[in-house]
């Protein structure tokens, strides 16, 4: 089966620790992205990669950090920096980037800050 | 500024009842349009799209949306709701130009009621 996969589904970190957030495509999509959901708000995009070795910020970036050394891996490094990570984080991939009209999604991990 | 409004936080219908869920947009392009479905704890599934062909768009699971130029409007309906229907509902906009960031809204959270 295609598809996207997202682990752990539940994290818990202590405050000050880095964390990394794991998402697999075997779709064969160019483009990966990462978005963080709160509770009543849409979801807004932390970092995304149109191509492999490059990758660009989005609207929420600072205390995030990504790689892009395979296709279809695109981890998050959740940083202490991140000011408040408690969250629900999304990854999701397309064969186009932003050009192409649906982006696909994984079924998400619930990071939360003890 | 491109941006995307979803007019209720919450719905609640009766099972084999009309569901409305309405979501205006603004936009300076000719926007491509998504609605979004989100069942707990999970990731999102793309319902129907509208990019500029017809302006009455079918979806999955009975859902279809009409795109309304004048009304700045792309309402979600479905003529009889189901139990299995209770989810959240996201209505995204995807920006025109080389950049083309989906922008979501803050989400619908539909409740069905035997």
């Known amino acids: 089966d295609g598809g996207i996969t997202q682990s752990p589904k539940y994290l818990f970190r202590k405050e000050g620790q880095n964390v990394t957030l794991s998402c697999e495509q075997n779709?064969?999509?160019?483009?990966m992205y990462w978005y963080r959901q709160d509770p009543g708000q849409g979801l807004r995009l932390i970092y995304y990669?149109?191509?492999?070795?490059?990758?660009q910020k989005g609207d929420i970036a600072e205390g995030y950090s990504v790689s892009r050394e395979k296709k279809e891996s695109f981890p998050l490094t959740v940083t202490s920096a991140q000011k408040n990570p408690t969250a629900f984080y999304l990854c999701?991939?397309?064969?186009?980037?932003?050009?192409?009209?649906?982006?696909?999604f994984g079924p998400g991990t619930r990071l939360t800050v003890l | 500024a491109q941006s995307v409004t979803q007019l209720d936080s919450h719905v609640s219908v009766s099972e084999g009842t009309p569901v409305l869920l309405r979501c205006n947009y603004s936009?300076?392009?000719?926007?491509?349009l998504f609605w979004y479905v989100q069942h707990p704890n999970k990731g999102l599934q793309l319902l129907l799209k509208?990019?500029?062909?017809?302006?009455l768009v079918k979806g999955i699971n009975g859902f279809e949306a009409e795109f309304k130029k004048s009304e700045t409007s792309f309402h979600l309906t479905k003529p009889s709701a189901h139990m299995s229907d209770a989810a959240e509902y996201f209505c995204?906009?995807?920006?025109?130009?080389?950049?083309?960031?989906?922008?979501f809204g803050k989400g619908t959270k539909l409740s069905v009621k035997p």
């Open positions: 999701a991939s397309n064969d186009r980037g932003f050009v192409a009209d649906t982006q696909y």
């Open positions: 779709l064969n999509h160019d483009a």
């Open positions: 990669s149109q191509i492999v070795n490059d990758f």
């Open positions: 936009s300076s392009y000719s926007p491509s």
């Open positions: 509208y990019t500029s062909a017809a302006t």
């Open positions: 995204v906009v995807r920006l025109g130009g080389s950049q083309g960031n989906l922008i």
